[in-house]
């Protein structure tokens, strides 16, 4: 058998960079369909999700499709979820979407518990793996969903979280990583992660973040699986509150450099396998308008550090340091 140049470069590329021990990293989608094939067939992609909707049919069959129940108000497109998991039952599937946020599922912890042992916990029985409600700050929120669920008999086999923050927050994100294992004891997927449109970045530093961020992700055992929040266009997100430039397409359905350093690369000092795409990054949108004072620490984020701050405060301090004598 006789491999092409560019299949051989991708298994390469593939080996070299990326160990056993690696976060698996997946797809948040939200775009045009016929995109699946062009990267969902790179190496790096294994999983992908949509918070709400089903399968992708024009998925490459390599990577599992994880389910969600986004919330008891979308109930309708969860039945569409369960008629389609009748068929094929899942390898994993994940809680509610961001019930601390009350844009979204908005949901009280003791009655989210409730909802899970009744409509996600049964599916452990079938083997299915079972992933916690995606927060985005609320470490109190989890604390109280896990202990209704263990009280009711269940549990959750991985913590999901949603991160979004500032290009210049990555000690916050590993900060939001680390404090939320050291809690609940259990491997973590980030199922959503993006820059902010309000930290007004350039298209660079989306990138840095993004190629540093899943760089540490890929050391941390727990960290299971990640999913950049960018399977979109870069002029066509899907709201306004993260940036266009987190996107792994540019406006015509082609991979942009930093989505082509998502699906191929580990490390954060290599370019990306196609350099014409540093051409295409630039000829798209490469900053967002900045203001005077870009907000590098939202009222989320300072939600969320205001949870890490006071679980860090019941730990016990450490000792003090020896000296010779």
């Known amino acids: 058998m006789v491999l092409s140049i560019a299949a051989l470069l991708s298994a390469l590329t593939f080996s070299f960079f990326v160990s056993v021990d690696a976060t698996e990293r997946g797809l948040g989608w939200a775009t045009d369909n016929t995109y699946a094939p062009v990267i969902g067939s790179k190496p790096r992609v294994t999983w992908y999700h949509h918070w709400e909707m089903g399968p992708v049919p024009q998925m490459p069959s390599k990577n599992e499709y994880v389910p969600m129940f986004w919330g008891p108000s979308k109930w309708n497109l969860w039945d569409e979820r369960l008629a389609e998991m009748k068929k094929n039952t899942p390898k994993h599937l994940m809680a509610f979407n961001e019930p601390d946020v009350p844009s979204q599922s908005h949901m009280d912890p003791n009655y989210a518990a409730e909802l899970f042992i009744e409509q996600i916990y049964p599916w452990s029985k079938k083997g299915t793996q079972l992933g916690s409600p995606a927060i985005v700050w609320d ?119 930093m989505g082509y350093w998502y699906v191929y690369s580990s490390q954060p000092d290599k370019r990306s396998l196609r350099s014409r795409h540093h051409r295409i990054a630039r000829n798209n949108a490469t900053t967002d308008p900045s203001p005077d004072h870009p907000v ?21 301090a450490p000792p003090p340091p020896t000296t010779d004598a």
């Open 139 to 257: 470490l109190n929120w989890m604390a109280t969903f896990l202990s209704g669920v263990e009280k009711k008999g269940g549990h959750v086999d991985f913590i999901c979280l949603h991160w979004y923050g500032s290009w210049n927050d990555l000690a916050g994100f590993k900060s939001f990583v680390t404090t939320t294992h050291s809690r609940f004891g259990k491997n973590i997927w980030i199922t959503e992660i993006g820059i902010t449109s309000a930290s007004h970045p350039s298209q660079s530093q989306v990138k840095n973040f993004l190629m540093d961020a899943l760089s540490w992700l890929d050391s941390q055992p727990y960290a299971e699986r990640a999913a950049w929040f960018g399977s979109f266009e870069v002029g066509n997100p899907p709201d306004d509150f993260a940036t266009g430039l987190n996107a792994f397409f540019n406006n015509h359905g082609e991979i942009s450099d």
């Open 296 to 316: 590098h620490c939202d009222d989320w984020c300072h939600r969320r550090n205001s949870q890490i701050e006071a679980y860090l405060a019941t730990l016990p």
